[in-house]
Nanobody, 114 residues
Framework: QVQLVESGGGLVQAGGSLNLSCAASVTIFTINTMGWYRQAPGKQRELVASIIRGRTTKYADSVKGRFTISRDYAKNTVTLQMNNLKPEDTAVYYC????????WGRGTQVTVSS
């Protein structure tokens, strides 16, 4: 199993930016799919963005054009650059890794004030 640790969350005003980072306990080159999910209070966890080994990416419609997911092999991290943040982006953001198992980080809080 893979241990994942998220960082980079915080409080930001609407229109601002944050960069989330997810550090993995194994080399990310061996992980087929990594992603970011989020869960707002009272709502189900939802996919924000995912990246398959290589460059294939997938985004939720609500974040297309604002968020960018990427792999940094030198730092062994997966990052989520979030621009033009909106109050509805407020949630706990979780890193996810799909191997033979599905592993999750503990999450990082993102709060966007209006």
């Amino acid at each position: 199993q893979v241990q994942l640790v998220e960082s980079g969350g915080g409080l930001v005003q609407a229109g601002g930016s944050l960069n989330l980072s997810c550090a993995a306990s194994v080399t990310i080159f061996t992980i087929n799919t990594m992603g970011w999910y989020r869960q707002a209070p009272g709502k189900q966890r939802e996919l924000v963005a995912s990246i398959i080994r290589g460059r294939t990416t997938k985004y939720a419609d609500s974040v297309k054009g604002r968020f960018t997911i990427s792999r940094d092999y030198a730092k062994n991290t997966v990052t989520l650059q979030m621009n033009n943040l909106k109050p509805e982006d407020t949630a706990v953001y979780y890193c996810n890794a799909e191997t033979a198992y599905t592993d999750w980080g503990r999450g990082t809080q993102v709060t966007v004030s209006s």
